[in-house]
Structure formats: structure tokens, C-alpha cells
């Protein structure tokens, strides 16, 4: 089971339709044009699932710096 109501965000995002929080059990690998300066992934593409990774590998700094 990976649906959960609390939430990893320090702010609750603002999103304007439904959405399911899910726990970071999972880790995919993303493909993106560029990173913007209010750090969203400009058009994002799911390219797969990685096995290999555990979600505490994950960081996003890497792609920030």
C-alpha cells in the first residue's frame, strides 16, 4: 500500500485539480528539457522504472547544481 494522506512537502503545493499522495517507494527515471528557476521539470517524460535505485539514493539536488 503506497497511499497516504500526509504529505513530503514542507508547503502544501498548489495544484488545481484531484490528487493521490503516494509514499516514495518507487523510483522512475525521468527525461526533462530544463529545470526552471521555481525548480519545476519543464515538459518531463517517465522513461522507466528503476529497480536498482532505493528512493532514499534519490535526491534532487543532483539535478539542481
Given at each position: 500500500k503506497i497511499k497516504t494522506e500526509s504529505?513530503?512537502?514542507k508547503?502544501?503545493?498548489e495544484i488545481q485539480r484531484?490528487?493521490?499522495w503516494v509514499l516514495p517507494r518507487y523510483v522512475c527515471e525521468v527525461e526533462?528539457?530544463?529545470l526552471t528557476k521555481?525548480?519545476?521539470?519543464?515538459a518531463p517524460v517517465f522513461k522507466r522504472l528503476r529497480?536498482?535505485?532505493a528512493p532514499e539514493e534519490c535526491s534532487c539536488y543532483?539535478?539542481?547544481s
Open positions: 504529505l513530503r512537502f508547503a502544501r503545493p484531484k490528487v493521490t526533462f528539457l530544463e521555481d525548480k519545476k521539470l519543464r529497480d536498482d535505485k543532483e539535478i539542481i
